[in-house]
């Protein structure tokens, strides 16, 4: 028998009930686009009940953060929410990046979750980084990682398909925009 979860079958009928009864009703906005081609202003107007006046996104739009104001792993979310629903033209998109550059490190890397985010519920893997450790970066031009954040390069073109894999990120293909490092 093959380990290989792409030869196990997939119930969409039985996906689609567990996510009608269970999720939170931008996801059930995603997949209505993802399954029946349904309008994406919807997944658009779900998302900016998560966006904040900075541009950023909080408010557990990333559930393991439930901070209400504007972390880095919430606005990455939001990103690929974007992405996923080929919504990369929306203004969003340039004022998450501005948020971004508020927050970059001088090298361009930039921490999983802010200071701030202590103050509330959140995973114990995504609190306050320590100085020098726990940021998202991008593979550098040699493919070798670097702290230098994938968000610099939306920074410097007004862009998201400039992130690395981004214009290539489908609906629920793995295709990480951002690496994990500690230190």
């Known amino acids: 028998m093959s380990n290989d979860v792409r030869s196990t079958p997939v119930d969409i009928d039985a996906a689609e009930r567990f996510v009608l009864s269970n999720a939170r009703l931008l996801d059930r906005h995603r997949m209505a686009v993802l399954l029946h081609g349904a309008p994406v202003e919807p997944v ?33 979310h939001a990103l690929r929410v974007l992405a996923e629903v080929g919504a990369l033209d929306d203004p969003m ?14 090298d361009g890397g930039v921490p999983f979750s802010l200071p701030a985010s202590a103050a509330f519920p959140r995973a114990p893997f995504l609190g306050p980084p320590a100085p020098g450790g726990s ?27 400039s992130w690395p894999n981004a214009a ?12 994990r490092t500690d230190g």
């Open 44 to 76: 658009l107007d779900g998302l900016r009940a998560y966006r904040n006046s900075d541009g950023g996104f909080g408010h557990a739009l990333e559930p393991d953060i439930r901070a209400p104001t504007s972390e880095p792993s919430a606005t990455l």
């Open 93 to 106: 998109v340039a004022e998450a990046a501005a948020w971004v550059a508020t927050i970059a490190e001088p």
């Open 135 to 161: 940021f998202f970066t991008s593979p550098s031009s040699s493919g070798h990682s670097s702290r230098t954040a994938a968000g610099c390069s939306i920074l410097a073109s007004g862009r998201l398909d």
């Open 168 to 179: 290539g990120s489908r609906r629920y293909k793995r295709s990480p925009l951002w690496e």
